[in-house]
């Protein structure tokens, strides 16, 4: 079961401000994905192979492994606006403790 306290904790990590409402809605959203999903245990799957691709009898495409061209530093960097000292600038995403 998901509690309102988890799912503060989640949007908090996510930096997402939920309001009161918000968190209720979530918390009963996932709960019912969550016992929806549980009732996949009671599928009775006797007899049924394990299957690891839609794709099993064609198996998995395969392509050769050879070196193509690519784009240079200077070519790929052309496409942002923001570089710096040779590298893409973006913004700050973990901030420390």
Same mark, same amino acid.
């Given at each position: 079961m998901i509690s309102e306290k988890d799912i503060a904790y989640v949007a908090d990590l996510a930096k997402i401000k939920l309001n009161d409402g918000e968190v &209720? &809605?979530?918390?009963s959203d996932l709960n019912d994905i969550v016992e929806y999903a549980a009732m996949l245990k009671e599928v009775d799957v006797t007899g049924i192979e394990p299957m690891y691709s839609p794709n099993i009898d064609e198996g998995t495409p395969e392509r050769e492994d050879a070196v193509k061209l690519s784009l240079t530093q200077s070519e790929a960097l052309a496409a942002s606006r923001y570089v710096d000292r040779g590298h893409f600038r973006v913004p700050k995403i973990i901030e420390g403790q």
């Amino acid at each position: 079961m998901i509690s309102e306290k988890d799912i503060a904790y989640v949007a908090d990590l996510a930096k997402i401000k939920l309001n009161d409402g918000e968190v &209720k &809605k979530f918390t009963s959203d996932l709960n019912d994905i969550v016992e929806y999903a549980a009732m996949l245990k009671e599928v009775d799957v006797t007899g049924i192979e394990p299957m690891y691709s839609p794709n099993i009898d064609e198996g998995t495409p395969e392509r050769e492994d050879a070196v193509k061209l690519s784009l240079t530093q200077s070519e790929a960097l052309a496409a942002s606006r923001y570089v710096d000292r040779g590298h893409f600038r973006v913004p700050k995403i973990i901030e420390g403790q």
